[in-house]
């Protein structure tokens, strides 16, 4: 498939997952009164998972040569999920708390920046 074509469908899942992140991280920073590190960290788990789903049937379905959904779980989480969950985080402690912007403007940002890693680690050894 088409590196561009590819690029379309994970962004496409991608922008998806930010609706859910963000309405995610939402949630979990009412439920934890104002702990938005640890909110952003649920928020990011939640992302993955759905993200995964729609990266294995949508994005990355011709690249099925025998490994497991459970194994590509595991890659996926080492790489998007380090990627997300690191950046997000060292992000979101400089956005919100140094530079003072609003959570879910922080988190987009956080998003944002790392998408572009998610899809080259995805796409070379995660989907490989």
């Not at 309405?23 to 702990?35: I, Y």
Request: net charge positive; glycine share 8%.
């Amino acid at each position: 498939m088409n590196t561009f074509l590819r690029l379309g469908k994970f962004n496409l899942v991608g922008a998806m997952g930010m609706v859910v992140q963000l309405a995610a991280l939402a949630f979990f920073n009412r439920l934890m009164s104002g702990r938005y590190l640890y909110a952003s960290a649920a928020a990011i788990e939640v992302t993955l998972v759905h993200n995964f789903v729609w990266h294995w049937h949508y994005t990355w379905r011709d690249r099925r040569d025998g490994a497991t959904a459970v194994r590509r779980l595991m890659r996926f989480h080492l790489s998007s999920g380090l990627i997300s969950m690191l950046g997000n985080l060292a992000l979101m402690q400089s956005l919100v708390h140094e530079a003072h912007l609003p959570l879910l403007v922080s988190n987009l940002v956080g998003i944002l920046c790392c998408s572009l890693a998610n899809f080259c680690l995805g796409n070379n050894w995660a989907f490989a």
